[in-house]
């Protein structure tokens, strides 16, 4: 008998248990726990819903619910391996992916939740890819997934066109977060479509010397338009430039030695180029210093000194318009350290005096504004014990901490990736990380999500543009099932300061109160999350003001901002011509732009003229019809620019910016 034995009235004869070896003669099963003792048919399954990779063979089941249900699925069991599983609708021959999942339980086993209708029958699939070796799996019925009132719920699935990625950031500057993945010679490259699902394109590179195997980071170091790309390896890290169109990359920089750790893009010296910046874990940390002219620095020394550096973060905790740098430490040295920015090109740590140098040992930390005074706090989560450490700052430079109390205290989970967003669009930070999501209240205090439908960790970002943030869990996208909650999202684009507005402090001004974010490049332990600002607003159909302080100093307010929308905004610009992306749905890009601008509306409607106009809202362009999308703008000089579409009686404008 070559499979499945049941502990139940189940059990059947060989014949039936050889027809696993093909879709069409898939056994069939119900809720329980079976063993599998190879993995030996041979029809494999097809399409592969998760991943990439080769399999030969194939051990096949299907499952019918008798009523709408959340089935969770799982290897993680005792016993079993190396598993990869696929689960399917449709006719053999003709199959879709539900889902699909490889090492999302303990181990390399895997395990994936999806919600299943009463009455479809769906095809499970277990392949060879990794290992045609025996295991056991189980299949559960949960009950329907209904989130609490302010939560949300998060479904495992398959986006068309999307497969792996652990870094999530908008590659094309059309505002819409694309994924990637990338090997020390290929960038993957998701780009996600407005239409939904995502267009895959994969670019060879030439060998760059150290892979993401640590950490990937993203931000477009010569301002060309593109983002580059910041490896952090075990022995160095490399710098992978985007050629002018995107479409290509080049290592143009592979450092010294350095055990990498996190890696950010910052601009360290406030120059308005962006630098590199790299944990070291056996020695002072590293600094990647941009000239502006395509020459890349090694400076160690000054940011951090000793072993042990494992999670740094940028950000302006103490509210004086410069980048600190507090780096989460663990092994031969764990006494974190917050580098305090000086304003003259030096850092001083002054983390003894405000409580953070002791022996907890963590990987990587949470900063935000969790109790919405407009300055940032900080949750510090635990690698390898059960204590949290949750610090406010009291905004006079100390902080005091406040763990005790607040949900912290005794929440048990740990990981090495922790990171800070607004996942409910209540308006309050929530932490993602130790195996949990927490929800804050605004309040210093914080709930655990109670259904468990949260990923561990991944970068995080909007994958199908709906205003709340999924979670790309490296091979498998959590997509946020949102509720009715209203969203802002910001897109900056800096002139004097670095081009993506890296270090710049949004606030956003509704009617609850007030919220804070910083666009970061690089948060959590490994991954790249949006650059993309996201604030959750609640029940607030107003906002009443946007302001944000770059890093040169420019600040820019601009009132009257729609709800459930995405702004792009540009340093120094006049404001009165700052204008939203309008509700039918204008799209210009990439920002900036070298000869062609495309610029799109929705399809179905009339003739479109288009005008372009400088900052000061006078004509430099006569009107013309725009054809295929494009808009020439090789003639323009270098600066920025607001973009007029004129069709069926209604102007659409935004602003952008010409190389």
């Known amino acids: 008998m070559r499979t499945a034995f049941l502990s139940v009235a189940l059990l059947i004869g060989a014949s039936t248990a050889i027809g696993q070896n093909s879709c069409s003669t898939a056994l069939a099963i119900v809720p329980g726990t079976y063993t599998v003792t190879a993995i030996d048919g041979p029809e494999a399954p097809s399409p592969i819903c998760i991943e990439t990779g080769i399999a030969t063979g194939a051990e096949w089941y299907k499952y019918t619910p008798t009523q709408d249900t959340t089935v969770r699925l799982t290897t993680d069991l005792p016993g079993s391996g190396d598993t990869r599983f696929h689960v399917y609708t449709g006719n053999c021959g003709s199959l879709e992916c539900v889902i699909g999942d490889d090492d999302g339980g303990s181990g390399l086993t895997s395990m994936a939740l999806f919600d299943a209708v009463g009455g479809v029958t769906y095809h499970i699939a277990f392949d060879n890819n990794w290992s045609p070796a025996g295991f056991s799996f189980s299949l559960t019925e949960l009950a329907p997934v209904i989130p609490a009132e302010g939560q949300i719920h998060f479904t495992q699935t398959t986006v068309p066109g999307l497969t792996v990625g652990d870094c999530v950031v908008d590659m094309n500057g059309d505002d819409l977060d694309d994924v990637v993945s990338a090997s020390t010679t290929s960038i993957r490259i998701q780009y996600q479509l407005p239409t939904g699902g995502f267009n895959p394109v994969n670019i060879t590179t030439a060998p760059a010397v150290h892979s993401p195997s640590w950490s990937i980071v993203a931000g477009d170091i010569d301002g060309n338009g593109y983002n580059d790309l910041l490896y952090g390896g075990s022995q160095g890290a490399s710098l992978m430039m985007a050629n002018s169109t995107g479409t290509g990359f080049t290592p143009t920089y592979n450092s010294e030695y350095i055990f990498c750790q996190r890696t950010n893009m910052v601009d360290i010296n406030n120059d308005g180029h962006l630098d590199g910046f790299s944990c070291h874990d056996v020695d002072d940390n590293v600094a990647l210093m941009n000239d502006g002219n395509g020459n890349i620095s090694y400076v160690q020394g000054g940011l951090g000194l000793g072993c042990g550096n494992y999670g740094s973060l940028w950000t302006d905790f103490d509210n004086d318009g410069d980048q600190d740098m507090f780096v989460a430490r663990c092994g031969c040295n764990p006494v974190d350290i917050l580098m305090r920015n000086n304003g003259d090109g030096s850092f001083t740590d002054v983390a003894p005096g405000l409580g953070f140098a002791d022996n907890h040992q963590s990987w990587s930390s ?190 820019n307010v601009i009132t009257d901002v729609s709800v459930n929308t995405t702004i792009s905004l540009v340093e120094g610009v006049n404001t009165a011509v700052v204008e939203n992306a309008d509700a039918v749905g204008l799209r210009t890009y990439p920002n900036p732009a070298q000869d062609q601008l495309f610029v799109e509306l929705p399809a179905g409607r009339g003739t479109r003229t288009v005008t372009v106009l400088d900052v000061a809202g006078q004509q430099v362009t006569p009107p013309t019809t725009l054809v295929n999308n494009r808009l020439d703008v090789s003639g323009l000089s270098s600066g920025v620019y607001l973009v007029q579409v004129q069709q069926d009686g209604t102007v659409h404008q935004r602003t952008f910016v010409k190389q």
Not at 488 to 504: D, H, P, R, Y
Not at 524 to 532: D, G, K, R, V, W
């Open 366 to 555: 949470a900063w935000g504004d969790f109790d919405n005074d407009e300055d940032m706090d900080v949750l510090i989560g635990s690698s390898s014990s059960n204590y949290q450490k949750l610090m406010r700052n009291n905004g006079d430079g100390t902080f005091t901490n406040v763990t005790l109390g607040s949900g912290f205290d005794t929440f048990t989970g740990q990981s090495i990736e922790w990171c800070t967003h607004d996942f409910n669009n209540d308006g309050n930070l929530d932490v993602l990380g130790g195996g949990s999501l927490m929800f804050g209240n605004g309040a210093m205090a914080f709930t655990p999500e109670t259904m468990g439908s949260a990923p561990y960790s991944g970068a995080v970002g909007d994958l199908n543009n709906d205003g709340f943030l999924d979670v790309m869990a490296y091979n498998q996208p959590f997509m946020n099932d949102g509720n009715d909650n209203n969203w802002l999202k910001v897109s900056t684009v800096g002139t004097s300061s670095n081009l993506n507005g890296i270090g710049a402090r949004i606030t956003v001004t509704s009617t609850s109160g007030v919220q804070i974010r910083e666009v970061r490049s690089g948060d959590a332990f490994s991954t790249m999350s949006s650059l993309i600002a996201h604030f959750g607003l609640g029940s607030d159909e107003v906002i009443d003001e946007v302001r944000i302080r770059w890093p040169s100093g420019i600040v």
